[in-house]
């Protein structure tokens, strides 16, 4: 399957719940957020039903996020039955770590393969003031009983805001000294709602980049070519790598082949645009297997491209929690 740009389309990230077990200030405004009542979210049949679809298009790996997925009543039988629909390969999930203490090694039975794991600081006040209240000796956790059952390679991502943590990009990146893992740092994306937490100014991955530098040393450029955003990095005699991603300063658009599913059961084009393909009424109306596969496929194909965040141009209608990121 691909876009009217000729852009492959097989990966689907899947939103499995609008909520979550923490608040962070990039990803949702302190107040006034329109969760949708659960009868408007996909049901697992009618989720598994458009992974086949998807599946059928050409999808092949397919990342679990939210809201927070773990969260999602049910998650280790839906990871296991998304994980045996005939034609995915890869299945992954994009987490904040704080219940993988508990369901790590009932999801990597499940068929789950790897986790990235949230991340933006390791001091607990700074963690506590980011995500609203929560604590990150649970993360941690959560991170070391994901290796015990190996889901690997470990990657951490973390998100870059001015007065927040740019100063802990230091402390993160040194971890990669000792573990193998990889330690991603992204450039906060403003979206309507919160968009006052870019308002300090975007810390752009060149400026992580050279304070990691500055503080632990050259970075290695290392090439990875395939459909990964990641620039990625290594310190000298380190064990694992950094990555840069960098929405903002370097738009990845023409390697983007990411379609997103969110709770609501939504097609969403572009992350940072509202476009949207309402798949959830047609199946709720009753339409056949070959007509919501026809409408998937014609959404998938108009997808835009670039975003205009360089004129303020932001997304409005949804803020991350209730995309999927
Ligand atoms: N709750 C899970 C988690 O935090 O990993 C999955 C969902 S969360 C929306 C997915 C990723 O989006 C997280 O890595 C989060 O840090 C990132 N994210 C959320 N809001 C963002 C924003 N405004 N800019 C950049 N990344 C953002
Ligand atoms: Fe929850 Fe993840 Fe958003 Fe933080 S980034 S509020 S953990 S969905």
Sequence with gaps: MRDQYGRELNDLR???TDRCNLRCVYCMPEEGIDFRPPEELLRDGELLLLVRIAAELGVMRVRLTGGEPTVRPAVVDLVGAIGAVPGIRDLSMTTNGILLEYLAAD???????????????LDPQKFGRITRGGRVER???GIARAEAVGL????INAVVVRGFNEED????????LERPWEVRFIEVMPFGAVADVADAG???????????EAALGPLEA???SGGDPARTYRLRAAAGTLGFISPVSQPFCSKCGRLRLTADGRLRLCLLRDDEVDLLTPLRRGASYDELKEIFAAGAYRRPFGHALAERLFPEKRVMIQIGG
């Design 14 to 16: 899947i939103s499995l």
């Design 107 to 121: 999801l990597a039975r499940a068929g789950l393969r790897r986790v990235n794991v949230s991340l933006d600081t």
């Design 139 to 141: 993360v941690l956790a």
């Design 152 to 155: 690997l390679p470990m990657k």
């Design 169 to 176: 990009v230091v402390s993160l990146a040194r971890l990669t």
């Design 202 to 212: 975007i810390v752009t991955s060149e400026e992580t980049m050279a304070r990691i």
């Design 222 to 224: 290392i090439d990875l």
